[in-house]
């Protein structure tokens, strides 16, 4: 069956309603950064520990990794456009439940929640962007949507900021509500039903699993920050536990015909090792965020304002950084520009350890700056490298193995770095806690944000400048772990891109062969999925997040679309 192209007007409009998408879940990952230590806070937040600080921010990613696969095959089966509307509902009604959580338990809740929304939308909306564009416009639509990304990091924190400053913390949540009413009004009146040919089938023991087996992993290592101890069995256990679970996970994936997740790609050398890097990297990244958010607001004392504007020169930097590091990758090989690249990002993240409460912001702002341009001259190069080394059939299988990986590095991140900082903090500030009663004494030991207010309340300002030394220090220790994680990172990922080269004429040209797209209108929209059509292959490969078709699949459909495209 002839198909048509989306009209080119048609095409621009839906690829701006799948930016507000993306933009949606890129505020929202940056606006609670500069929440963490308001949240914190006994008075004007809702009084939360470090580790409650943790599952705030690791439930969303946590649900996030281990749910995207499926929600891909979800919309394989259901429709891409259905899976898209039920995860914007969803992330909206979690944004509101989390703008109104009572306590700590409530918000933890609604942001996995909002993570399960987030897993609906992202595979479903670029799934939708790689069926709408064809031929060399797919390259430049992919190019324009990832500015949401862009937008998203320098806005976030900037609009958390004016939103604390004038309102109360959960407003930050409530701003996701009118995006999504965009968001849905632009589907309902722009986006046709676009479904993939072959259902994939869904992997409810796989998901069940990887949720289970990694919250259990971040339970244990989140409980050591608690009790100050790596070695008691309440935190060995439930990580003893996590492991074991999620090797039980890989080896359900490597029976399945068609897994979600495919382990099996993670054993090539470049493939495997640089997404072990790229996991390694977004440890780094989320465990250093968390620490700069209480150092801003907590030992700086910024505004949440001034603490917003103070990150954008990281935002700046990722922006800039991502096409210079594509057009070096052109010109040289990948490993020449990516491992020197991730070296310095490392060496930023342990400049952390320098920083003191007198620190000039001027040089602050530069190292983010440069941290900025290292991260985004890594992550792009690296992610299109290795997608490159799959055939097109295992580029869609691929997408989601790089992307499970980069949500679990964060999820760990998050869980290690907290976790650190809680142990260092509390050894550090216990001599200081002398002559302090035994209720408050308790809650000074909790995290430097309750020493703080104790410190205020009575009237003990050695405590505050003791609480402020300690976190300090913590954060000191912290940097130096992240920084040698990240160097590890680099490492492997000179191992796995060490021969990889830079990309060909001929390879560019391939990738640039225009090819047939969906219909579109309402007969499209009925029929779509229901004919027995050939369809685009490399839009069906190349999906980040979610393969288009099933691995093993209908070879004829397979053969009758490379018929269609010759």
Same mark, same amino acid.
């Given at each position: 069956?002839?198909?048509? &192209? %989306? ?68 919309? *394989? ?16 009604? /979690? ?16 942001? #996995? ?21 064809? +031929?060399?416009?797919?390259?430049? /639509? ?35 509500? $009118? ?11 722009? %986006? $046709? ?7 994939? $089938? ?10 289970? =087996? ?13 009790? /100050? ?30 897994? !979600?997740? *495919? ?43 001034? &603490? ?8 700046? =930097? ?59 001259? %890594? ?20 997408? &989601? ?7 679990? +590095? ?24 002398? !002559? ?25 300002? #050695? ?10 220090? /913590?954060?000191?220790? =912290? &940097? ?64 980040? +997040? ?21």
């Amino acid at each position: 069956m002839t198909t048509t &192209a %989306v009209p080119k007007l048609r095409q621009q409009l839906i690829l701006a309603v799948l930016m507000v998408c993306s933009l949606l879940i890129w505020l929202d990952n940056t606006v609670l950064s500069i929440t963490l230590e308001t949240l914190a806070d006994p008075v004007r937040g809702l009084d939360a520990g470090p580790s409650e600080l943790q599952w705030a921010t690791g439930s969303y990613t946590l649900t996030f990794a281990t749910l995207m696969f499926t929600a891909g095959a979800l919309g *394989d089966r259901f429709g891409h456009r259905a899976v898209l509307v039920i995860g914007l509902v969803v992330f909206a009604g /979690a944004s509101v439940w989390a703008a109104y959580a009572g306590d700590a338990g409530q918000l933890i809740a609604a942001r #996995a929640a909002m993570g399960v929304g987030s897993a609906l939308i992202m595979p479903a909306n670029l799934a939708i962007l790689m069926w709408t564009f064809t +031929g060399p416009s797919r390259s430049t /639509a992919i190019a324009v949507s990832s500015v949401s990304a862009g937008v998203g990091m320098a806005v976030g924190p900037v609009l958390a900021g004016v939103l604390l400053d004038h309102f109360w913390w959960g407003s930050v949540f409530l701003i996701n509500v $009118p995006v999504v009413v965009l968001a849905l009004i632009g589907i309902a009146l722009l %986006v $046709p039903k676009f479904r993939s040919p072959v259902a994939r $089938p869904l992997d409810p023991a796989g998901m069940l699993l990887s949720v289970t =087996g990694l919250a259990s992993l971040a339970y244990g290592l989140i409980r050591a920050g608690q009790v /100050a101890a790596w070695g008691r069995a309440d935190v060995l256990a439930p990580t003893v536990v996590g492991l074991v679970l999620l090797a039980a996970f890989v080896l359900v994936e490597l029976r399945s015909k068609a897994p !979600g997740f *495919d382990p099996r790609l993670l054993a090539q050398r470049a493939f495997g090792g640089g997404n072990v890097a790229l996991g390694l990297l977004f440890f780094a990244i989320s465990a250093v965020t968390f620490y700069h958010a209480f150092y801003l607001q907590g030992a700086r004392g910024y505004t949440p304002m001034e &603490a917003g504007l103070a990150g954008l020169p990281t935002a700046i =930097g990722a922006i800039a950084g991502a096409p210079v590091g594509a057009r070096l990758v052109q010109r040289w090989s990948p490993a020449l520009v990516t491992v020197p690249a991730l070296t310095v990002a490392a060496l930023t993240m342990g400049a952390y350890g320098l920083f003191g409460l007198q620190t000039p912001l001027l040089w602050i702002e530069l190292l983010l700056l440069v941290q900025g341009l290292a991260i985004g001259m %890594v992550i792009g190069p690296v992610t299109a490298a290795l997608i490159s080394t799959l055939p097109l059939e295992r580029a869609g299988a691929g997408a &989601a193995v790089t992307n499970t990986v980069r949500q679990t +590095g964060s999820v760990v991140g998050i869980a290690v770095g907290g976790t650190i900082m809680s142990i260092v903090y509390r050894r550090t500030v216990e001599p200081s806690l002398d !002559g302090v009663s035994g209720a408050a004494r308790e809650q000074a030991r909790i995290s430097a944000e309750q020493a703080r207010h104790i410190a205020g309340a009575t009237g003990r300002p #050695a405590l505050g400048r003791a609480a402020d030394a300690a976190f300090i220090h /913590a954060m000191h220790v =912290g &940097a130096v772990w992240i920084m040698l994680v990240s160097l590890v990172g680099a490492a492997v990922l000179l191992i796995a891109v060490r021969s990889a080269k830079k990309p060909t004429a001929s390879v560019r040209e391939s990738e640039s062969v225009p090819e047939s797209g969906p219909e579109t209108g309402p007969e499209a929209d009925r029929e779509y999925g229901k004919t027995d059509r050939g369809y685009d292959r490399k839009g069906a490969s190349s999906v980040t +997040g979610t393969a288009l078709r099933a691995e093993g699949g209908d070879r004829s459909a397979r053969e009758r679309g490379d018929r269609g495209a010759r």
